[in-house]
């Protein structure tokens, strides 16, 4: 068996203008892989100044994994929160906030996933009223052919 090439990372986002960020995973018993309020410096060493975050965001996902399949990636963020709709349309109610889905995918070797949504997680987007992002990059590879 063929060891994957490709990466993928997966992210559900909470974000909006400040709202506090202790009251998310009180309310849905997950907690963020990260977190940054409005005002916190970007950690960007490259920059001659400093720059600031602009929303308050909460994210929970995975990190870079070796992958065939987006639905690994998508399941891992997405299944825990598929029971938690209500909560999650309640948190943006109160706090003005909104959700995203980010799916970042790195080709390597022309070698891409396999990239699509199932109807339980269009359902559930759709429901929640968030927002999909794809994020594709693919390296350069030189092609037997």
């Not at 990372?9 to 892989?33: Q, R, Y």
Request: glycine content about 6%; hydrophobic content about 40%; charged content about 30%.
């Amino acid at each position: 068996m063929f060891n994957p090439v490709s990466e993928v990372k997966v992210l559900f986002s909470m974000f909006g203008e400040d709202f506090p960020l202790e009251e998310i995973p009180k309310a849905l018993g997950i907690k963020p892989t990260e977190t940054y309020q409005t005002g916190d410096v970007i950690s960007d060493k490259i920059a001659e100044e400093p720059k600031y975050h602009k929303e308050t965001v909460w994210n929970m996902g995975t990190g870079y994994e070796k992958s065939y399949d987006v639905k690994e990636q998508l399941d891992k963020v997405l299944k825990p929160l598929l029971n938690k709709k209500e909560e999650i349309i309640g948190i943006k109610k109160k706090y003005g906030i909104e959700c995203r889905i980010l799916i970042f995918v790195i080709i390597e070797k022309g070698e891409a996933p396999a990239m699509y949504l199932e109807k339980e997680y269009i359902d559930f987007v759709s429901l929640i009223g968030a927002e999909i992002q794809w994020d594709l990059y693919a390296n350069p590879y030189v092609s037997d052919f």
